[in-house]
């Protein structure tokens, strides 16, 4: 959550402009799948590893299909990592039960699960990212509002998309301003920053009076009209069940393990 | 801190989705009562403006290290509770899809360890009692620090709760309690710096834009209640890392009595054939523990290790999930082959 990564989310936008069948599928659609993507994906036995693999198709078909570009899923999942890698990093050093033989080499259900941990967070992020990447946030928030969410927050979500980028400009000239006064010192007191930050905040807070009165005069009344007026095709359905069949599928058995087996027996 | 996907369980995801979800609701309804007019873009704005106060830091005397505004507390304090927790959770929501911060199993968890108690715990238990009407000055400040550790520990202390009851990490629970409490101790203090920075300039530069008396204060008789229930949460911390560093048998035990595991190593197999049995009878851990996998397969020369564990299913669990991996790779190589045209497209 850098400043480096401001210029991303922008791009975000870019890719979600795009068309392709993965574009086109409703929103709601993609959403559940996604949702019962990641719950099945977390719901493994924590030392799980090969059964995971297998699902790594559904981003990567979402991703492929959608034209999304692929090393900056990458870049994101780095910047979004260490928790998660954190965390997990202390699993072979706790639990040092061997747990699986491949050959001669005896593997701890440690390192297992730490496998299985980096394994689910590439799929989880990954989903996540692609999800909002072929959908974009202004038809995943409408499908969202009829699939249930509260309209004060699918407002607020809309609302607050909508002036990250202007205010974050604001932010950046300011730092920008702050850089170039600053005679190469960093960071500020916290005199000053309490006043630059407060300057900003006043700013804003302007901004949002001006923003409601334009609002009134365009006749705004509570919900942010979006042109998007998806309907739930068959497409989509199938969709949906076909997902949630493979998911079921590589949930109750190990695909990789099953085709492991398949080639090895045909080699011997 | 963030909890993320790859820490948690089906389980506890869904059931802080459906805390946090209940939370929405809520505060959504509460919203449309209090009738403010300009109350959704200044949401809107204002969940940018946490974005953005993030790009400039501060100093912190005497460490070389800076710090910046995280955003709960100020939030409340300029919203009140309610529209500070729906702006909490819409800013985590677009961290989860877009920076890929969190996630959205565990977006749940993040709203409630981030906006619940910086909005319904810290703000109207701590600061107001602590602050009374004040935004500037020594009182105010020392409020705003106080209530944004307290806010921040209880967060890091139910992210150390989610991580144990998912049971995926194998982080000991006093081990982690040890860990996290201390750095968001730190997090704390300059967030609660910031804060008061930022409130006592806005107090002096336009005390208007402070909303003092939207909110019915506190009644003044529960107040010494509400200090004591504040000071206990701020203490309870402090109390269960100390616990856990000079009992950690007993706390581990009582984890274990809780959730079904038992994070200390046993290396006899009988300990943890009954956790196994355990484990499966416990709801709310599905699936949790060791997987008998692939039930035929024969355990050739594993009856010293795992019960999982032969040399047949490891080996073709490794060659079919390179395969499986290979394949992945060809069909998102193929498609983006077939695919017409570049993602923008005439733009």
């Known amino acids: 959550m850098e400043s480096a990564t401001w210029p991303d989310i922008g791009r975000m936008d870019d890719w979600a402009r795009g068309d392709s069948p993965a574009h086109r599928l409703d929103a709601r659609a993609k959403a559940v799948a996604t949702l019962a993507f990641i719950v099945v994906v977390m719901s493994f036995p924590r030392r799980e590893v090969s059964a995971l693999v297998p699902f ?75 999800l909002v990447g072929c959908t974009g946030i202004y038809r995943l928030v409408a499908g969202l509002e009829r699939l249930g969410l509260p309209r004060v927050f699918a407002v607020q979500l809309l609302f607050l998309y909508r002036y990250l980028f202007v205010i974050a400009n604001e932010g950046a000239r300011m730092k920008r301003g702050v850089d170039a006064r600053a005679g190469g010192k960093k960071a500020l007191t916290l005199r000053v920053y309490g006043s630059l930050i407060g300057h900003l905040l006043l700013r804003s807070m302007d901004r949002a009076e001006r923003v409601h009165r334009a609002m009134l005069a365009r006749g705004y009344e509570g919900r942010v009209a979006t042109l998007d007026r998806s309907r739930f095709r068959a497409d989509d359905g ?29 080699a011997a | 801190m963030h909890m993320a996907d790859a820490l948690i369980s089906p389980a506890v995801g869904g059931a802080f989705w459906a805390v946090s979800g ?72 677009v961290q989860a899809l877009f920076f890929a911060d969190g996630g ?6 993040n709203i409630f360890n981030l906006g619940f108690f910086p909005a319904f715990v810290a703000y109207p238990l701590i600061y107001r009692a602590l602050a009374k009407d004040r935004r500037d000055g020594a009182r105010a400040s020392w409020a705003a620090v106080v209530a944004a550790v307290a806010g921040l520990e209880l967060g890091a202390f139910f992210v150390v709760l989610q991580t144990q009851l998912s049971g995926i990490s194998e982080l000991p629970f006093g081990a982690f309690v040890l860990m996290m409490l201390p750095i968001h101790l730190a997090i704390g203090v300059v967030e609660g710096l910031a804060t008061a920075a930022v409130v006592s300039f806005v107090a002096k530069a336009r005390p208007e834009a402070l909303p003092a008396a939207v909110y019915a204060p506190t009644p003044g008789r529960l107040r010494p209640v509400l200090i004591g229930f504040a000071v206990a949460a701020l203490l309870f911390g402090g109390v269960a890392s100390w616990f856990a560093s000079t009992h950690p048998d007993g706390l581990e035990w ?50 010293a290790a795992w019960p999982a564990v032969s040399a047949g299913t490891s080996v073709s669990g490794v060659v079919g999930g390179i395969l499986t991996l290979a394949a992945a790779g060809i069909v998102g190589l193929a498609l983006r082959a077939r695919a017409p045209r570049a993602v923008g497209g005439n733009g």
């Open chain 2, 254 to 303: 009582s984890m274990f009595k809780v959730s079904g595991k038992e994070k200390l190593e046993a290396p006899s197999g009988g300990i943890h054939e009954t956790l196994a049995g355990i484990q499966e009878k416990t709801a709310f851990l599905p699936n949790y523990g060791f997987k008998t996998a692939e039930g035929e397969s024969a355990p050739e020369e594993a009856a």
């Open chain 2, 22 to 93: 209940g939370l929405i609701v809520y505060c959504a309804r509460k919203i449309k009562q209090t009738l403010r007019e300009n109350l959704v873009p200044m949401m809107g704005v204002l969940g940018a403006f946490i974005f953005a106060a993030q790009m400039l830091n501060f100093s912190i005397p005497g460490t070389g290290s800076s710090g910046h505004l995280g955003g709960g507390l100020i939030l409340t304090i300029l919203l009140g509770p309610h529209a500070a927790f729906i702006v909490m959770a819409s800013v985590l929501t």
């Open chain 1, 238 to 266: 199938f969709f949906v069940f076909g997902c949630l069949t493979a998911f079921g599928v590589a949930r109750a058995w190990n695909l990789s393990a099953a085709i492991g087996r398949l080639v090895l027996g045909a």
């Open chain 2, 104 to 109: 959205l199993l565990a977006l749940g968890c």
């Open chain 1, 56 to 130: 790594l198709l559904y981003p990567v078909v979402l991703t492929s299909v959608s034209r999304i570009p692929i090393g900056e899923i990458f870049r994101k999942m780095l910047v979004a990592s260490p928790f998660a890698v954190f965390v997990g990093m202390f699993n072979p050093l706790l639990d040092r039960q061997p747990a699986a033989v491949v050959g001669t080499i005896v593997i701890s259900g440690g390192w297992l699960s730490f496998a299985s941990i980096l394994l689910r967070f590439v799929l989880t992020v990954w989903a996540a990212l692609a």
